[in-house]
């Protein structure tokens, strides 16, 4: 991959879609926290617990479900590339010399290479966090509770 490819591929990278593919992603799983968390509510208002001669359901009691929020999120990605190019020439010169027999003979040789290389390393990190806090239940939620449930603790 040459640099142009690797700049290329950073400057189309899909970072509006990234970043609306994790606001959706949030808004779906706080949907299902709260969905959860009603849930929750529903089977204390169900569940009963004998205390003397008195029922009483956990909400009844003072139990409550917790409810979950995300109070951030955070899109990381990273990425680096190296490009490296060598060149390397060599000359080799040889020369020979001989005489036989009143013959005399000269012989050169020359050698000479070159090589180019390039090399390209790219490397990609990427990383999604997100925070959740509990809060307190919703306070209507509370008030419908304690006007639907109360009744005198004796």
Known sequence: M???AVTRALVTAPLPQIIEKLG????QA????DTNSIEVARRMAETEVEIGDETYNLLTLGFSPSFYTFTEATVEAKLSFTMTETTDMSVAVGVQAGVNVGVFMAAATVDVSYARKFS????????IAARLVSLPA????TQLLK???EQPVA
Do not use: C, M, N, Y
Not at 30 to 33: F, T, Y
Not at 121 to 127: A, D, F, P, R
Not at 138 to 141: E, S
């Open 30 to 33: 706080q949907l299902a926290l």
């Open 2 to 4: 040459t640099v142009v």
């Open 120 to 127: 390209v390393t790219s490397e990609g990190v990427s990383s």
């Open 138 to 141: 919703p306070d209507v939620f």
């Open 24 to 27: 959706l992603a949030i808004a």
């Open 147 to 149: 006007r639907r449930f």
